[in-house]
């Protein structure tokens, strides 16, 4: 199995990433997983519009996405949230992919994550990212809000803390 794993957020420090890392490390302790993770900075383009779009066309960064989706067997994202919803630099990716195929998630296994520093752990956006997928051919498994990053993730292990947001990672996980 190719298990693709990013974080929907371009900070250096991005605690979904770390997030969605961890999560992907849990699934490659099975055996014949291969584990991918993607910089979504890898993919930077200029912010979508239809008119960047006829002068452009498909940027290569939105074909190798979309071609890196399609390649995987299952995907995490683990979603940062930005005044309650997507990051700009994430909706910009989505944007210009989804112009290449509506279908951009290709009907793979997915699980969606999100985490952030206070009380919240990003609900918001990941509700928002559950309930579109399907739309975008996103298969749903299941998905998980992380709350209080730091009280229940241990940075210096690089992994949770908190033995039941670790057993509800592991239930995600293993539909997977």
């Given at each position: 199995m190719k298990l693709l794993a990013f974080a929907a957020s371009n900070s250096s420090k991005s605690i979904n990433k770390q997030l969605a890392t961890y999560a992907a490390s849990q699934?490659?302790?099975?055996?014949?997983?291969?584990?991918?993770?993607?910089?979504?900075?890898?993919?930077?383009?200029?912010?979508?519009s239809e008119d960047k779009e006829s002068q452009?066309?498909?940027?290569?960064?939105?074909?190798?996405?979309?071609?890196?989706?399609?390649?995987?067997?299952?995907?995490?994202?683990?979603?940062?949230?930005?005044?309650?919803?997507?990051?700009?630099?994430y909706?910009?990716?989505?944007?210009?992919?989804?112009?290449?195929?509506?279908?951009?998630?290709?009907?793979?296994?997915?699980?969606?994550?999100?985490?952030?520093?206070?009380?919240?752990?990003?609900a918001s956006v990941l509700a928002a990212a559950v309930g579109s997928a399907p739309y975008f051919?996103?298969?749903v498994k299941a998905s998980l809000s992380i709350p209080s990053f730091y009280d229940n993730f241990d940075m210096e292990k690089q992994?949770?803390?908190?033995?039941?947001?670790?057993d509800k990672l592991q239930s995600a996980l293993a539909l997977l």
């Open positions: 699934v490659k302790h099975s055996n014949g997983v291969e584990v991918e993770i993607l910089d979504i900075n890898d993919y930077e383009m200029p912010l979508f452009l066309g498909q940027p290569q960064q939105a074909k190798d996405f979309f071609a890196k989706l399609g390649q995987a067997d299952a995907i995490i994202i683990s979603f940062a949230e930005h005044n309650g919803s997507y990051t700009a630099a909706k910009n990716l989505f944007d210009w992919t989804s112009r290449i195929d509506q279908n951009l998630f290709q009907n793979k296994p997915m699980i969606l994550l999100s985490t952030s520093p206070g009380p919240g752990g990003a051919d996103g298969n992994q949770l803390n908190n033995a039941a947001l670790q």
